[in-house]
């Protein structure tokens, strides 16, 4: 009776601890209790990241940022502008202005831009990518000449590739990378509904004032470059698609406003169309927007 009376003992402590022990304890175990979880230094301090080198109200790698650009523009169509136009007073001292089309890959683009003002000697220059060919066209004071600057069989012109036959980075990624790093950015901050619409999708508005190096905002060598204001948008995969710059330069007794702008857009919905209606070169890309 004694032993009948303990093994029954031991049978209901066993029933009463859910017969663990019998049957897959440490399994049952882990499947009925949840740990909660274990915060983190990076979960509980670390702000948003907005974009490739972007982190809360910071640029923390302009450089990562200029890379995610290239890399998003480089796979979609787009067309971009460049304008930069310095005024004295109210006089236009020199304007440049560049616009492009280009498709996905660099496959075919056409490209120009114009030089006016008193201060310069007005020009044109237009570049075209166009069945393995690169064609230049340059008119100054009403005189035009015209090279092939690449051919990729090498016939009357070097076997280059597209992007390195353009007279110009379309990406502006050294010049994107230079001003995000020594521009004071002073907020970071998300566009509202009609930054959205403007854009196609969201975008984060970045703004600064003031500069840490002169000599990377201003494109030639002056004394001294004051009032700097920058405000750029950038897409959350890193496509910057515009920025407005605004400087002054001083050198020596003259001074001068400088307002540089660019802006990309159509992304991956371009034309390219040429001027050559003959033979009609439309190359319709629709990539997935890089946003």
């Keep these: 009776m004694r032993r009948g009376a303990a ?11 859910g017969c663990a022990g019998l049957v897959g304890g440490d399994a049952a175990a882990r499947e009925t209790v949840t740990p909660a979880p274990v915060p983190t230094a990076d979960a509980t301090t670390s702000p948003q990241q907005h974009a490739p080198g972007i982190v809360g109200d910071r640029v923390v790698n302009a450089t990562a940022l200029g890379r995610a650009h290239v890399r998003r523009l480089s796979n979609t169509s787009y067309r971009v502008q460049h304008t930069r136009t310095v005024t004295d007073g109210s006089d236009l001292h020199r304007r440049v202005r560049t616009r492009a089309s280009i498709s996905a890959g660099y496959r075919s683009y056409t490209a120009t831009r114009t030089v006016a003002g008193r201060g310069v000697t007005g020009r044109e220059i237009h ?6 060919r690169a064609l230049r066209r340059t008119t100054v004071n009403g005189s035009t000449t015209t090279a092939v600057v690449a051919d990729s069989r090498g016939i009357g012109g070097p076997p280059r590739p597209p992007r390195a036959a353009l007279f110009f980075d379309p990406t502006f990624n050294g010049r994107l990378i230079a001003l995000l790093s020594v521009t004071n950015i002073t907020s970071i901050r998300p566009g509202d509904s009609v930054v959205k619409q403007l854009y196609g999708g969201s975008v984060y508005r970045i703004r600064g004032t003031g500069s840490t190096d002169d000599s990377a905002v201003a494109t ?3 004394d001294r470059v004051t009032d700097v204001s920058l405000s750029a948008a950038v897409t959350p995969r890193g496509v910057v698609r515009s920025y407005a710059l605004q400087y002054t330069l001083v050198n020596g007794t003259e001074t001068h406003r ?8 159509e992304l991956g919905t371009t034309d390219v169309v040429f001027e050559d209606q003959r033979r009609p070169g439309r190359y319709r890309n629709r990539t997935a927007r890089p946003d």
Aim: proline fraction near 0%; aromatic fraction near 8%.
């Design 7 to 17: 093994t029954a003992a031991v049978c209901l402590c066993l029933l009463s601890a």
């Design 127 to 132: 570049s075209t990518w166009r069945d393995g």
């Design 220 to 222: 030639r060598r002056v």
């Design 258 to 265: 400088v307002r540089e702008t660019l802006r990309y857009s």
